[in-house]
């Protein structure tokens, strides 16, 4: 198996919240990888305006992942000139790291069923693999355009995945956490504490800024 593999989660991260972290480090120790790239998208081409700029969403995935070496920030779509299109990341990483190295996009069941939405999706799968976790939630449809995508590249085993550089789709279920950032955003936006959906030092950060509709 490669140890070598790139292994990425993008998202808005509107805010980073314990369901993509809890997410992340599980995955990074099935693969058995040593780190797991997390993302962070600069102008979200999928959703409305964000509660915060990118900068600030950049800051805490960053005070949330400090002190665990095996997830990592990587700025790559908050740095771009470029819109933060998924095909955009997967083709500089692969001009990146050359043919060889697996790529592995992370992605919930719930992102999974929009693919057919993004930006020229059917090529991912010339350049990386995906790897979709369950989500409560969130059922795939056997006979869905995402069930036929599925049905004719599903991998078995993160061995599988790992032994070529593209084209396989993975499903995995792990402790499922029914955590979404729409739900922090509702949360706050109410006047309710988010702890514990959230890293202490994220709620901080939020406090401090006065994100998400929060006047003291
Ligand atoms: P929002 O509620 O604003 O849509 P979100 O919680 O879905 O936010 P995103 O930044 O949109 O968070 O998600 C980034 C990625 O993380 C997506 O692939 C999504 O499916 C996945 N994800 C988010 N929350 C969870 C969770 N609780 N469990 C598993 N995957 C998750
Ligand atoms: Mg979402």
Known sequence: MSKNAFVFMGGTFDPIHNGHLRTALEMQQWLGVDRLHLIPSKTPVHKDAPGCTSAQRLEMVRLAVEGESALQVDEREINSVQPSYTLLTLQGLRAELGDAVPICMIMGMDAYQTLPSWHEWQRFLTLGHLIVVQRPGYQLADDSVM??????????????????????????????????????????????????????????????????????
């Open 147 to 216: 069930g036929e995508l599925t049905r004719q590249h599903r991998a078995d085993s993160p061995q599988e995945l790992l032994s070529q550089p593209s084209g396989k789709v993975l499903l995995h279920e792990l402790t499922p956490l029914g955590i979404s950032a729409t739900q922090v955003r509702e949360t706050i936006g109410s006047g309710d504490s988010p702890r514990y959906l959230i890293p202490d030092p994220v709620w901080q950060f939020i406090q401090e800024n006065q994100l998400y509709g929060l006047t003291n």
